[in-house]
């Protein structure tokens, strides 16, 4: 089954700060996180395995929390470049296809 | 090291017809899977190969579509008897081995009229 996304878009100031949820009905082995810009490939951002591990790199980070089979992306002071569409990926065992999300819709205005 | 490439980025077709689609993975990635993407959707799954041997085939793959890795290097996307639903964009990505990334490809748009 899909994981479900929220919010289904945003809009946000240069500078502001998002998160953006990814949740499951299914046990999860791993979450995978992608930014899309229109007409492009997914672009990988991060993968969090189950353990409740939190990643980050620059000012984009994100968590796992296993027992609520619930994943957060965190975007802090966001730049023009964030915009796009993020979609998360689940895994319910190693190696498995992903299942994405209907995605969440980023705009950074100046 | 190049990334996923594939081919065509752009296909238009009649309905009806038959297409051909190619993605070479990254150099020693053993596992390619396919995957289809709509207007507004996230990419849903259509199969994945690791090496030549196709391991899963989702409900969406229906008999008109065919995938084929021969010696387990590139990949091959056939769809018969084109329609009209069949307008997508189709992904490839590819990985090496469990817990790894998967890298996507630029994808091939067909638009089928």
């Known amino acids: 089954q899909q994981p479900v996304q929220s919010p289904q878009a945003v809009i946000l100031r240069e500078g502001e700060d998002a998160v953006i949820n990814c949740s499951s009905s299914k046990a999860l082995y791993s979450v995978h996180w992608y930014r899309q810009k229109h007409g492009e490939a997914p672009v990988f951002l991060m993968i969090l395995l189950k353990g409740g591990e939190q990643k980050g790199h620059d000012k984009i980070s994100a968590s796992f929390n296993e027992k609520k089979q619930q994943s957060s992306l965190y975007l802090t002071a966001s730049q023009l470049s964030y915009s796009g569409t993020y979609f998360c990926g689940t895994e319910s065992n190693a190696g498995n296809m992903l299942t994405f999300g209907g995605g969440t819709r980023l705009m950074v205005k100046p | 090291d190049t990334g996923v490439s594939q081919d065509p980025r752009h296909k238009i077709t009649k309905r009806g017809q038959n297409v051909t689609f190619r993605c070479d993975p990254i150099?020693?990635?053993?596992?390619l899977y396919w995957y289809r993407q709509t207007l507004g959707q996230g990419p849903e799954f259509l199969t994945y190969f690791q090496n030549e041997a196709q391991l899963e085939k989702s409900r969406l793959l229906s008999d008109r579509f065919s995938a084929e890795r021969p010696k387990g290097s590139f990949s091959t996307l056939e769809i018969q008897r084109t329609e009209q639903g069949d307008s997508a964009m189709y992904l490839c990505a590819s990985t090496w081995g469990f817990q790894e990334t998967q890298y996507f490809g630029p994808g091939t748009r067909l638009l089928v009229l």
């Open positions: 150099s020693e990635h053993n596992r």
